[in-house]
């Protein structure tokens, strides 16, 4: 019983060692493999017997743990959709061929930790082993909807329009002009010196327009000057059928002040109290509204007693700092991810927007996933229910664009218990030929 215990005990060992030196191999085989997690391969004893008498030996029992929740070291990339996590979390991915079948249903779930994506003939952002980044779509105004945080449910494979164009309306506009002080000064024939500033901005389908601003002094104070102004703003896109000029969206009188603590700010914005056209001014923002053809525009003209907007010094007419946001069509030239999971496309005129958000996915233990090929892994029972956090927020880390997450393995560790495996694996067959002619020898008793 105890001879025929040691032969288990020595089979048992040789089998485990093979396993070690299975692990062993895989892991050397993946030190170039990115995001490859190195496993772990331990060893238990196993008790038959135990007390006085004669002893049994029992043997050892092998298990193997690849260890996902073990992070790596970054290497920087060229390509911008090249992406790794930074932290515990996984970024959410699904395989091409469940796209193609799935259907109407919801898209399965799998996760990874880096990998190389690059937008395919459809434009879904996808890896070279089949892997395409899901992620929560935006909204047309770039914000991104509440979605569940408990589920899947509401992403969707990331897929982008190369050829798309898109433009940008123009919403604010900012008005830094010095009017000429002298022009304000009394002239008995009634002759004002009108300056005239057009301003462009583009509507909702990226068509260049313009605000055509009129600045009128008032010359029929008698006195040294009157620091009075009206001014007029016309919207080219829009023609008054009554006069067939462009149609005025907005008159305020401008009054400046000639203090000394507030000289050549504004002091008064008035409309006309009967016919009052534009919207009203509001002396601490100093904006007002207009509505041009296709929406309304927030000017900025600068709040009473304040500088950086509109000014009268002097005999100088300067239009100083002329501002709208907005662009016209454009296309996109490239797409990149920050920190947060932001999916923003760049396009050519220099605006961008925010186009799809990437969660990162966190699980109670990330070493019961289920390894698949490619680096991914699938949810199960051990490793516990997801949550998907924003990237940057909770405790899942951040998304690293242009970066990709080497392998685990730590090629001299595995090469060291390479060769304590291959003594291990020596001694366990010497206790096998060892037992082998012990029961030669016992055989040999009968001659």
């Not at 408990?150 to 898109?166: G, H, R, S, Y």
């Not at 220099?350 to 996933?369: C, F, S």
């Not at 997801?386 to 970066?403: K, N, Q, R, S």
């Amino acid at each position: 019983m105890t001879i025929s215990s040691s032969l288990n005990a020595g089979v048992s060992g040789l089998n485990a060692n093979a396993s070690r030196l299975a692990s062993i191999s895989d892991n050397i085989a993946n030190s170039a493999t990115y995001g490859y997690k190195r496993v772990r391969t331990d060893f238990a004893s196993m008790v038959t017997s135990s007390g006085t008498g004669a002893y049994s030996a029992g043997g050892v029992r092998v298990s193997s743990q690849r260890l996902i929740d073990q992070t790596s070291s970054l290497l920087t990339t060229s390509n911008a959709t090249d992406l790794a996590v930074r932290g515990r979390g996984f970024l959410p991915v699904t395989t091409e061929s469940s796209i193609s079948t799935d259907g109407a249903g919801s898209t399965p779930m799998f996760l990874t930790t880096t990998g190389s994506f690059r937008t395919d003939a459809e434009g879904l952002l996808k890896s070279q082993n089949g892997l395409v980044l899901l992620g929560w779509p935006a909204n047309p105004d770039g914000t991104i909807p509440d979605n569940p945080r408990d589920t899947a449910d509401a992403l969707e494979p990331i897929q982008i329009n190369v050829n798309q164009f898109v433009a940008e309306p123009t919403t604010k506009m900012t008005l830094g002009v010095n009017l000429p002080a002298v022009d304000t000064r009394h002239d008995p024939t009634g002759q004002a010196i009108v300056r005239t500033t057009p301003v462009e901005y583009f509507d909702n389908l990226g068509t260049s327009r313009q605000v055509i601003v009129t600045y009128t002094p008032d010359v029929t104070v008698v006195g040294d000057q009157s620091n009075q102004w009206t001014m007029t703003l016309q919207d080219s896109a829009q023609i008054d059928p009554g006069t067939g000029q462009p149609l005025v969206i907005g008159e305020y009188f401008l009054e400046f002040d000639e203090s000394t603590q507030f000289a050549g700010t504004l002091r008064t914005v008035t409309q006309d109290p009967v016919n009052p056209i534009g919207g009203a001014y509001d002396p601490l923002l100093g904006t007002f509204s207009v509505d041009v053809d296709r929406g309304p525009i927030e000017v900025t003209i600068g709040g009473i007693g304040a500088g950086g907007g509109i000014t009268q010094f002097a005999d100088s007419f300067a239009p100083t700092s002329i501002f709208k946001d907005g662009a016209p069509i454009a296309n996109m030239v490239s797409v990149e991810v920050d920190a947060n999971g932001y999916v923003t496309a760049n396009f050519d005129t220099g605006i961008n927007r925010t186009i799809y958000q990437i969660p990162l996915v966190d699980l109670p233990n990330p070493n019961g996933l289920v390894a698949m090929d490619n680096q991914t892994y699938r949810i199960s029972n051990e490793s516990g229910s997801v949550f998907l956090w924003d990237a940057g927020d909770g405790p899942t880390g951040e998304i690293i664009g242009f970066a990709l997450e080497e392998s685990s393995t730590d090629v001299a560790g595995e090469l060291t218990s390479l060769i304590q495996t291959q003594r291990a694996y020596t001694s366990n067959a010497k206790v096998i030929q060892t037992v082998d002619e012990m029961l030669q020898e016992t055989t040999n008793i009968k001659r």
